[in-house]
């Protein structure tokens, strides 16, 4: 095949699957053969949100009465998730999209993104308000080895995948000669690497982004960074939706209903994404432990952190058909659910108080004796 | 007491429950805990086991869930349930 942005040949995308088919040509949207990935648009859709609706200001001087090892938690998480969305807002597009074959998935993947971009917009918001040169915090990123190590095993599926798929675009299937040596490009590794790129990218939204929810959700109980919590809050709310979307495609092509050479793909990665997982879970409880070095933070320490990864490590692989390795039965961190229902995100501007709306309001309250100075 | 049904979750003793709350409210109620997040049906957190019954959602909920199981944050029971918890 020979990558072309806009096929010409008549496609009729019911009968195509998810990745791998004809390429999408008209973005039509009144016909869909997974109506779910239109549901998950519309959703996401009703949940925009821009970060300067958020007041940081009380949080500049939060951050400024912080203990220094609690401005570290706050700063490093901070890090660690700016590389999460750096790379997610990125990496879907230039990843899935050459190969999606369904309009409703191809413009799902492209909002999912573009969510994400938000994302980082936020981080910056956030940044900007606490730290008078954002660049001491930007350029650790690259810098910090703790975070790099993360940088690698999140966008190594990616890295794999990308360079095999743009093999496949350019050259499609067979043998090809590359600078000198022969390399077998085959639907099946194709497969096999999406498969688990995408098995990485449901840990990344499932598990990665949880020490640090975390962390925030547990500042705020304590009635610090109050408005980091409210920007965390909106994030977790994108980033649940970002899971459901993962956990349909992977389930989708375990089921085999799609393509069924994807389900004996699953399975036979089974293994190897059970290792992705568990990996994922370790390198947190590592992350956890960098996090609290110099100390621990009033209503969580290390110990229950790193339960709470095992527990919502077991949760997540069981939603996408795997076993659950770790022996932990019950939520270390009850309160956290409360932080991520969605009911309580305040969506209406008029009914909430984010102040760039409020400022310049009337006060349109009339009383009878508000006249009472008049004279005619 | 038509607006009730019996709900056995696991070996815990049988309670009843209104068929016009959403399950994991009733559930609550109970002290049953169970996992939760967006409580609007896109996360699949309180994700389920059905063992026996039938149960109804006001829309169809988001999040993916396979044959036999329910979400229950959305869902209302429609008949007596048998249910069980994950992990």
Redesign the interface.
């Known amino acids: 095949m020979q990558y072309t942005i806009f096929n010409r040949k008549p496609v009729n995308s019911l009968k195509e699957p998810m990745f791998f088919g004809e390429t999408v040509n008209v973005a039509r949207y009144d016909q869909q053969k997974y109506p ?1 990935f239109e ?2 648009i519309e ?1 996401q859709l009703s949940f925009f949100w821009r970060p300067e609706e958020v007041d940081l200001s009380k949080d500049r001087k939060d951050f400024q009465d912080l203990a220094e090892h609690e401005q570290h938690i706050f700063l490093s998480n901070l890090k660690y998730q700016t590389l999460l969305d750096s790379i997610q807002g990125r990496s879907p597009n230039i990843a899935l999209l050459p190969v999606c074959s369904l309009p409703e998935l191809e413009t799902w993947i492209e909002t999912w993104a573009f969510s994400e971009t938000i994302h980082s917009r936020s981080y910056t918001h956030i940044i900007r308000n606490i730290k008078s040169d954002p660049s001491d915090v930007f350029d650790d990123i690259v810098r910090n080895e703790e975070i790099l190590k993360r940088a690698d095993s999140v966008s190594k599926y990616y890295d794999a995948f990308i360079e095999y798929m743009n093999l496949y675009t350019m050259f499609g299937l067979g043998t090809h000669e590359i600078n000198g040596k022969p390399i077998d490009v085959t639907l099946f590794e194709l497969k096999k690497r999406l498969y688990l790129c995408l098995v990485s990218v449901n840990v990344l939204e499932a598990i990665r982004f949880y020490v640090s929810f975390a962390c925030s959700f547990a500042f705020a109980e304590r009635a610090l960074m109050e408005g980091n919590a409210k920007v965390i809050k909106l994030i977790a ?1 994108d980033e ?2 970002h ?2 979307g993962t ?2 495609m992977l ?1 989708i092509m375990a089921s085999g209903q799609d393509d069924e050479e994807m389900a004996r793909v699953a399975e036979e990665c089974k293994q190897e994404a059970e290792e992705i997982f568990i990996e994922a879970a370790e390198q947190e409880k590592q992350w956890a432990e960098y996090l609290f070095k110099d100390g621990s933070m009033i209503g969580l320490n290390k110990d229950i952190l790193c339960q709470y990864v095992e527990y919502i490590t ?2 997540r692989m ?2 996408v058909g795997l076993n ?1 390795p770790f022996d932990v ?3 270390p961190l ?1 309160w956290m ?1 409360a932080w ?4 309580n995100v305040q969506v209406a501007p008029q009914e909430s108080e984010i102040s760039s709306y409020l400022v310049g309001q009337v006060d349109s309250e009339v009383s009878a004796d508000d006249f009472d100075d008049f004279d005619l | 007491m038509s607006d009730e049904v019996k709900v056995e979750v696991e070996d815990l003793v049988p309670f009843y429950v209104s068929k016009s709350e959403p399950l994991l409210n009733s559930l609550e109620e109970h002290d049953i805990r169970i996992e939760y997040q967006c409580r609007s049906g896109y996360c699949g957190a309180c994700r389920v086991t059905l063992l026996e019954g039938r149960v109804d959602y006001d829309e169809p909920p988001l999040a993916f869930i396979k044959e036999n199981e329910i979400l229950t944050c959305c869902c209302k029971a429609i008949t007596d349930l048998k249910i069980m918890r994950p992990l």
């Open positions: 779910i549901s998950l959703k709310r649940a939706l899971l459901t956990q349909h389930n077991n949760i069981q939603a659950s039965k019950s939520n009850p659910n991520l229902v969605s009911d």
